[in-house]
Each structure stands twice: as C-alpha cells, then as structure tokens.
C-alpha cells in the first residue's frame, strides 16, 4: 500500500493551497481517508476525513469553516483545499487510510492503517 501526499509549500497568511493524496495497492473504495497533521514538538492531530461514499466529513473545530476535504474513488484520490491559512496551520500533513464499515469514520491516529509520506506546509505572517 502507498499513499502519495503532495501539493505542500509555503505561502502567506490568507492564502489557500490544495493537497492532493494518491492511493495505490488498495481497493480504494472500501477506505474512509483522513488528513492529519504534525507541527514541530507537538503531537500528530486530526484536521478532517471523509467515509467511503464521502457523505460524512468531521473537521477539527481549528480549520472548520476554512479546510475542504473531498475524495474522488475513480482517481483513488482525497484532496485537502485550505483556504484562509494562517501561521498557525504550519505543519507536516499527513494523508491516511481506515478500513470502515459504509460511514463509520474515525479521528483518533491509531484506527488508521496506513499513512502517507507527509507533505510540508509553511504558512508566514
């Protein structure tokens, strides 16, 4: 199984960027898919998933409002669009895979399987 992060890089407080998350050596279709990320010396949080058929999308309350996640089974893709960056959303993101049942979704780390590489997102004042 891989999961293949990409669409990172830096850019200024307000601005958006999209992070796309290619999977392969798995039946797409059969995984909810979660965002996650890492700032330096904190620990790995959730930022949004999305169930199987993606009718059912948590947020954190942090980037509520301001994060999409979306997911296309045919291309075995989730996306991250993040509008309204701030300073504060600087982190390592993480995609991940979760074997669930239909719209059973999960946010703590430890119920996902398997984890992207991460891809890096540096948000300046």
């Known amino acids: 199984v891989q999961l293949q992060a990409s669409g990172g890089g830096a850019v200024q407080a307000g601005g958006s960027l999209r992070l796309s998350c290619v999977a392969s050596?798995?039946?797409?279709?059969?995984?909810?898919m979660g965002w996650f990320r890492q700032a330096p010396g904190k620990e790995r949080e959730f930022v949004a998933a999305?169930?199987?058929?993606?009718?059912?999308?948590p947020y954190a309350d942090s980037v509520k409002g301001r994060f999409t996640i979306s997911r296309e089974n045919d291309k075995k893709t989730v996306y991250l669009q993040m509008n309204g960056l701030k300073p504060e959303d600087t982190a390592i993101y993480y995609c991940?895979?979760?074997?669930?049942?239909?719209?059973?979704?999960?946010?703590?780390?430890?119920?996902?399987?398997?984890w992207g590489q991460g891809t890096l997102v540096t948000v300046s004042s």
């Open positions: 999305i169930s199987r058929s993606g009718g059912n999308t």
């Open positions: 050596g798995l039946t797409f279709m059969y995984y909810s």
């Open positions: 991940a895979a979760d074997r669930t049942i239909l719209s059973n979704i999960h946010t703590a780390p430890d119920e996902y399987e398997h």
